[in-house]
């Protein structure tokens, strides 16, 4: 079986860029769930999709079992949870304040969607990548 990596990256758009609270990138749907506005920032030399404490759920195109991310954590702790297509926690994680960025991955049988929260009003995302495997 054939896959290939499908991500959304958030390095394609200009600092300071106001994104609104629900829209779709790379056939992610990305949903933000409260608080201020989130927005593109660069932060450390890289650039990400920076997140309040409230979060974001992301939909995946197709359930998977591996979500990857980058990932800075600069003012606390970024929590992961993962959610198969009922919604249910299958599995969570936890970045720590690191004040930097990391590549880090989520795994599950089947996930449909990633819940990322916290980080301080400093989180950022800067992509996302799943592996869509194809017939």
Known sequence: MAAFNLCANFTLFPDDTPLPPNFTLAAFDFDQLGGP????????????????????????????RTVRFRIGTFAGPVDIAALDT??????????????????????APEI??????????????????????TP
């Open 86 to 107: 009922l919604g249910t926690t299958v599995k969570t994680k936890t970045i720590p304040a690191l004040n930097s960025y990391v590549n880090t991955g989520i795994r």
């Open 37 to 64: 506005q989130w927005f593109v920032n660069i932060t450390g030399a890289e650039r990400g999709l920076q997140f309040p404490p409230q979060g974001m759920e992301i939909t995946i195109p197709v359930p998977v």
């Open 112 to 133: 449909s969607s990633v819940v990322l929260t916290n980080g301080g009003n400093e989180g950022i995302l800067v992509r996302i990548c799943v592996a869509i495997s």
